[in-house]
């Protein structure tokens, strides 16, 4: 009896999408969780199934032809029907357990959020919080989180989610150092780096702070705040990380044109989910009672 021919399968397709992003066969191999051989054998199978080369092999590495492209391209929507259909499934469970993914910065995590977390741990135990932190935006509609803490004045237009409050910038000092008549023009600056280039505080430090007094760059907010608590310069910082470090003395009241919006986002598809809605009502709470200290006017601030 003679056996059918054999046909694409998914994983064939995963193959050609990894090849095609990673434009390496290693690197493939490694995302797909692979050897380099194997990945070498099966993209030579596949060629030989389909009856023409999908890639040309440069110095640079491994280039789509347009049989490729159109394989490729299919294998992307293929897996966008797969991850929709995956989120609307997980969008059904019918009781507030499993796990939420929480992407947010490290200053917002550890200098506000953290309290909040292990307090609504403690009054749904059956959720369990997977935390992502850094400032790269992460793709919610590939399931890289679940819910997004971030401050930002644009949100995704593929997200939905709710404004908890306005994240106030204001100038800080050390403590330990010693008062100046005019912090602002006989001060060192530190700042954050270009990372963070997107924040309005950030081009006024690059825009107005002569090179010659600007001792310092940072990739990180906390990194930035323990520079001006150990005295290495004046620079801007959140009023809910400046006003509570016992390192730091506010210089000049907060300046609207730096807010931020601090947005809690999640995908269209999962927001009715019940684990995802408990932690998004529990952080719009929690934080609103934090407001004042997060917009910078909390007693004694002004």
């Known amino acids: 009896m003679k056996e059918p021919a054999r046909t694409l399968a998914w994983d064939d397709f995963r193959l050609i999408d990894a090849v095609a992003t990673t434009r390496n066969l290693p690197a ?3 995302r797909l969780g692979i050897d380099h051989s194997t990945v070498f ?16 092999r440069h110095r640079t590495g491994y280039a789509l032809t347009p049989a490729g492209e159109e394989m490729a ?11 929709a259909v995956t989120r609307r499934l997980i969008g059904q469970a019918p009781a507030p357990a499993g796990e939420v993914r929480l992407a947010t910065s490290d200053s917002l995590l550890t200098e506000l959020l953290m309290p909040m977390l292990a307090a609504f741990r403690r009054l749904n135990p059956a959720i369990r919080l997977d935390l992502v932190t850094g400032n790269a935006a992460l793709n919610l509609s590939r399931r890289d989180a679940d819910v997004a803490v971030r401050a930002t004045d644009a949100p995704p237009d593929t997200l939905v989610g709710r404004r908890a409050a306005r994240i106030a910038w204001g100038l800080y000092g050390s403590v330990m150092v010693a008062p100046v008549t005019d912090p602002v023009m006989e001060s060192d600056w530190v700042c954050l780096g270009e990372n963070l280039s997107s924040l309005k505080v950030v081009r006024h430090a690059q825009a107005m702070v002569p090179a010659e007094r600007l001792s310092g760059r940072f990739d990180t907010v906390l990194g930035l ?21 016992p390192g730091l003395t506010r210089l000049a009241p907060p300046d609207p044109a730096y807010a931020s919006d601090l947005w809690l986002l999640t995908h269209p598809d999962l927001r009715r989910t019940p684990r995802v809605r408990a932690l998004l009502d529990h952080l719009t709470e929690t934080i609103a009672a934090k407001r004042a200290l997060i917009e910078g006017t909390a007693a004694g601030m002004a």
Do not use: N, Q, Y
């Open 73 to 83: 391209a299919l294998a992307a929507r293929v897996d966008e029907d797969i991850t």
């Open 225 to 245: 705040a323990h520079a001006v608590a150990s005295g290495m310069g004046v620079g801007h910082l959140p009023c809910f990380i400046g006003d509570t470090w």
């Open 28 to 30: 493939a191999a490694a």
């Open 41 to 56: 054998r099966r993209l030579k199978a596949i060629e030989a199934l389909v009856g023409t080369p999908l890639f040309e």
